[in-house]
């Protein structure tokens, strides 16, 4: 099975910036069609923060168009999202997510543990 790892979280002060970073470790035979983030603030529910799919179609959620940048290194399989211009209501956990497609299983949808980004004055 698959496995994402994120790293980046942390602290920002508001118009600051962060970057978080998203690497899968796929298991043999395996390959990762689209990669994304999504976030959850207390209370709420997860939503989009930004995807990209297999083919380097990108899409954002309305909140962080302008802002936010996402990037993928296929070979590494690694995914990247940089955060400028932060607000207080980025503070949120940031889930990486992964569609992989799996020899025995087909495609599955994965998510990393999360990272939390917390943007503070």
């Known amino acids: 099975q698959a496995q994402l790892e994120e790293s980046g979280g942390g602290l920002a002060q508001p118009g600051g910036s962060l970057r978080l970073s998203c690497a899968a470790s796929?298991?043999?035979?395996?390959?990762?069609?689209?990669m994304g983030w999504y976030r959850q603030a207390s209370g709420t529910e997860r939503d989009l923060v930004a995807k990209?799919?297999?083919?380097?179609?990108?899409e954002y959620g309305d909140a962080v168009k302008g802002r936010f940048t996402i990037s993928r290194d296929t070979a590494a399989n690694t995914a990247y999202l940089r955060m400028d211009s932060l607000k207080a209501d980025d503070t949120a956990t940031y889930f990486c997510?992964?569609?992989?497609?799996?020899?025995?299983?087909?495609?599955?949808?994965?998510w990393g543990q999360g990272t939390q980004v917390i943007v503070y004055a």
């Open positions: 796929l298991g043999k035979g395996s390959s990762i069609g689209a």
């Open positions: 997510n992964a569609l992989i497609w799996e020899t025995l299983r087909g495609w599955k949808t994965y």
């Open positions: 990209v799919s297999m083919d380097g179609k990108i």
